[in-house]
């Protein structure tokens, strides 16, 4: 079946610097979703990827889709204490094992 | 508009006992599933339904049954709970995307957090 992989596992950061996770799957996804998950908290969804090669902004995230459909990547510029959190991507239900940043100030 | 409703929020069970955790959405979403959460582990697909009356297994459906007899609620039963199914449980549910690989954002419950002695 569909497998979707996440690296890094766990990633430090001192506030200020950059954030990269990467995401990748055994099959072409239709779509890839991001989702965020505070500390004690359940995941909430965060953006939609659709479309081959696909770059989204939000604020200080950017989302991409790779042009075959296969991998994506979230990306955090100048983090925040704010940003501190679990990130997941999902490909139709299935989930990667995400990243879970911890962010020093 | 209460979203995914999840109880119980905590429950301690001894090994062998059965319970279910309840699931409701008041979306009118088609697709449900269930997942597990544990340490390093992600997020693991238990069972899933993309209908009422349709359901189908995931990652990891071993101990678990579900049913889905109306749209809102999905229930996830556990036959006879072991050690090994401590962990934390989301429900989620979303709409069918585009086409049948694709569904649309999930919202999730809140969480149950199961211990089994």
């Known amino acids: 079946g569909q497998q979707v992989m996440q690296i890094p596992q766990y990633q430090h950061v001192q506030e200020g610097e950059d954030f990269t996770t990467y995401c990748n799957s055994s099959?072409?996804?239709?779509?890839i979703q991001w989702y965020k998950q505070r500390p004690g908290g359940h995941p909430v969804f965060l953006i939609q990827?659709?479309?081959?090669?696909e770059v989204k902004k939000q604020k200080r995230l950017t989302f991409q889709f790779g042009e075959a459909k296969k991998n994506s990547s979230l990306h955090i510029t100048a983090t925040q204490t704010t940003d501190v959190g679990t990130y997941f991507c999902?490909?139709?239900?299935?989930f990667g094992q995400g990243t879970i940043l911890t962010v020093h100030p | 508009n209460a979203g995914v409703t999840q109880t119980p929020k905590f429950q301690v069970l001894k090994t062998g006992q059965s319970m279910t955790l309840q699931c409701a959405q008041d979306?009118?979403?088609?697709?449900m599933s269930w997942y597990r959460q544990d340490p390093g582990m992600g997020l693991r697909l238990i069972h899933y339904?993309?209908?009422?009356?349709?359901?189908d297994q995931g990652e990891v459906p071993n101990g678990y049954n579900v049913s889905r007899s109306t749209t809102e609620d999905f229930p996830l039963r556990l036959l006879s709970a072991a050690p090994s199914q401590t962990s934390v449980y989301f429900c989620?549910?979303?709409?069918?995307?585009?086409?049948?690989?694709?569904?649309?954002?999930?919202?999730f419950g809140q969480g149950t957090r199961l211990t089994v002695v």
């Open positions: 099959t072409t996804l239709s779509n």
């Open positions: 999902a490909g139709r239900l299935t």
């Open positions: 979306m009118n979403h088609e697709y």
């Open positions: 990827l659709v479309k081959s090669g």
């Open positions: 989620a549910s979303s709409n069918k995307g585009t086409d049948r690989f694709m569904n649309t954002e999930a919202f």
């Open positions: 339904s993309v209908g009422a009356g349709i359901t």
